[in-house]
């Protein structure tokens, strides 16, 4: 079992840039699929970002795509996600996840996660 430990959110003007982190501790860190699911007040979770065991292949979320760069460093068990050109609609709570996924197709869906973090707020002022 591993447990995951985000940080690195706050207040931002739109436009902003933050970087999150999401620091993992137990288990593998490198046997895991690491991604990054938000949620809006009232709102589903949805997911925003994927990176596979290495490093090596990403996936993105479209509203995100182009703005937001997902990284690891397995060395330090810890999964980042750059997040620039901030708008109000990237407000909510982030949250990590790391999963053991057998088919790269199932990136984008929680179920596929068997660890989370417990969140950190993002907020995104006009």
């Known amino acids: 079992q591993v447990q995951l430990e985000e940080s690195g959110g706050g207040l931002v003007q739109g436009g902003g840039s933050l970087r999150l982190s999401c620091v993992a501790s137990?288990?593998?860190?490198?046997?895991?699929?690491m991604a990054w699911f938000r949620q809006a007040p009232e709102k589903e979770r949805e997911f925003v970002a994927a990176?596979?065991?290495?490093?090596?292949?990403?996936y993105y979320a479209d509203p995100v795509k182009g703005r937001f760069t997902i990284t690891r460093d397995n060395a330090k068990s810890t999964a980042y996600l750059e997040m620039n050109s901030l708008n109000p609609e990237d407000t909510a709570v982030y949250y990590c996840?790391?999963?053991?996924?057998?088919?790269?197709?199932?990136?984008?869906?929680?179920?596929?996660?068997?660890?989370w973090g417990q969140g950190t707020q993002v907020t995104v002022s006009s």
């Open positions: 996840a790391a999963g053991n996924l057998n088919l790269y197709s199932t990136y984008m869906w929680p179920s596929a996660y068997h660890s």
């Open positions: 990176i596979n065991w290495t490093g090596g292949r990403t």
């Open positions: 137990g288990g593998t860190f490198s046997r895991y699929f």
